[in-house]
């Protein structure tokens, strides 16, 4: 009985050193995106660190009836009894995010450029999750561009904040390959649900003391904006293989879409769409197959693209075969 004694207060001791030495730091949330959704999750989860507040836009009018919809990151933060703030400007409230005594900042597509007198408030760390390989596609649509522009893989910066636009010294990256048939949906997801991992180690670095701080190259940087739908408009001059990589990254956001020229020209648009063999036509546009059989097919400044799913003015998602059943696309219209 003695040594089942000493052998419980060994193991209580043991916990307690380990409870003593970790650093359950305050962690202010900075985010209003879907992306950031598992990280918070993670931190409301996890017995390492404790959420103080969350920060986020302003409710937004959602929907054809303009409904004034809350983020859900907001959502999500109510349910849990947190403090939530959303300011039209995150420099208003500098002395209301002093109030949290957050030990590090957590950001992730907030929306907003945070300056240095927010970037000071945490005690440790100012910490953003950014969605590509940094300093690669910096800006606010990394995940499309990376899709859009062929790379092989992508993944999660965690990196330090400064005053610039993706600037600062990176503390993790953690990389992911990019597949074919991965769409820019597709992909925002799979990197949603990496990033809590990246932040756990991130946090763990920081609550050990002295973290990595590897400066970027700003050699190698690149930019993405912000994207509208506009940025979807087929250009029917450009490649084959160029043309099916914007339908896959700008899918399902911003989208892409053609005009159907003649009469009563209307918009199709193409929600999936793949590259095939075959000498284009001199005019880039041009319908070179229109039947259920052989599909939908367009010739385009290099190569053909043969559009799989598509979107007729007014009607639903479908297959480019089912469309064709019951619309008369014909060969030799050109598509605008």
Known sequence: MGDLRKAELHRFDSL???????LLMRILFIGTGDIGLPSLEWLLSTPKHEVVGVITQPD?????KLVLTPPEVKVRALAAGLTVLQPPKIRHIVDELKAFNADVAVVVAYGQIL?????DVPRLACLNIHASLLPRHRGASPIQACIREGDAETGVTIMFMDEGLDTGDI?????M??????TGGVLHDKLAVAAPA???RALDLIAAGNPPRTPQ??????????LKREDGRLDW????????LLIRAYNPWPGTSCLITGEKPAVLKVHRATVIEGDACPQPGTIVSADPKSGLVVSCGGGLLKLEEVQGEGGKRLAAADLLRGNALEVGTVLA
């Not at 937004?60 to 054809?64: D, E, F, L």
């Not at 503390?171 to 990389?175: E, P, Q, V, Y």
């Open 177 to 182: 390959p990019i597949l074919p048939m991965d």
């Open 198 to 200: 990246s932040l756990e």
């Open 217 to 226: 190259d700003n050699a190698l940087s690149t930019h993405c904006g912000k």
């Open 115 to 119: 300056p240095k007198s927010v970037l």
């Open 171 to 175: 503390l993790i990256m953690d990389a």
């Open 237 to 244: 001059n450009k490649s084959a293989a160029e043309l099916e």
């Open 60 to 64: 937004k009018p959602a929907g054809r």
């Open 16 to 22: 307690r050193d380990a409870l003593s030495s970790s």
